[in-house]
Structures are given as structure tokens and as C-alpha cells.
């Protein structure tokens, strides 16, 4: 049974920080690329960050500077330090585990609130 669950979550004020935590388990968690996407109120659910089995990263423009993203294979868990948060940076993050092979394999944990507010 495959399971994505974070953690790190919260109310935060603007200029401050958070660091999400997301910790897998049923699936070989260092062959899957990982990421972070976040669903703000009224919006779609969009990128926020990947991270390859090989450590490469990606980033939403949105973010770029502000946000790292990494991983820690024999953990199992993908992080998120958000720096620098923006009121408009509120939104439900959902961490994602994919990978594409002969068949795609593709899990989505339920996900975090952030809220970036005074």
C-alpha cells in the first residue's frame, strides 16, 4: 500500500518561513521523481517543485529563490523549505511521487494547508 503523508503545514506571517515534510512508503521511493504542487482557493492545482531520482530540481517561476526542494533517499521524504512566503503562497500543498517506465506510476498524498497571513 503505497502512502504520500506530509507534514509542516500551518498559519505563517508574510516574510516567514516553513519546511514541509512529505515521507513515503510502498513504493521505491529513490527511482521516483518527486515534486510538490500546491491548489489555492479557486484556482487549479499547479507546480510547485520536482526533484528526479538524480536530484535534478525544477522550480515554478513563482517561487524560484524562495523555495528549495530536496530529498533524503534513505528517509524516504521529500522536503519543502519555503522562505521569503508571500500572502499568495496560501494554498493546499500536495506532495507527488511519479514514475514513468514501462507503465507509469503516479500517487499523490492528501496534502497540507499553508497559510501565509498577519
Known amino acids: 500500500q503505497v502512502q504520500l503523508v ?3 503545514g500551518g ?3 508574510p516574510g516567514g518561513s ?3 515534510s512529505c515521507a513515503a512508503s510502498g513504493i521505491n521511493f529513490g ?3 518527486m515534486g510538490w504542487y500546491r491548489q489555492a482557493p479557486g484556482k487549479q492545482r499547479g507546480l510547485v517543485a520536482t526533484i528526479t531520482s538524480g ?3 525544477n ?3 513563482s517561487v524560484k529563490g524562495r523555495f528549495t526542494i530536496s530529498r533524503d ?3 524516504k521524504t521529500v522536503y519543502l523549505q519555503m522562505d521569503s512566503l508571500k500572502p499568495e503562497d496560501t494554498a493546499v500543498y ?3 511521487a511519479r514514475y514513468t517506465g514501462i507503465k507509469e506510476f503516479d500517487y499523490w498524498g492528501q496534502g497540507t494547508q499553508v497559510t501565509v497571513s498577519s
Open 59 to 61: 522550480y515554478a517561476d
Open 11 to 13: 498559519l505563517v506571517q
Open 73 to 75: 533517499n534513505a528517509k
Open 94 to 96: 500536495s506532495c507527488n
Open 6 to 8: 506530509e507534514s509542516g
Open 18 to 20: 516553513l519546511k514541509l
Open 31 to 33: 527511482i521516483y521523481t
Open 55 to 57: 536530484g535534478s530540481t
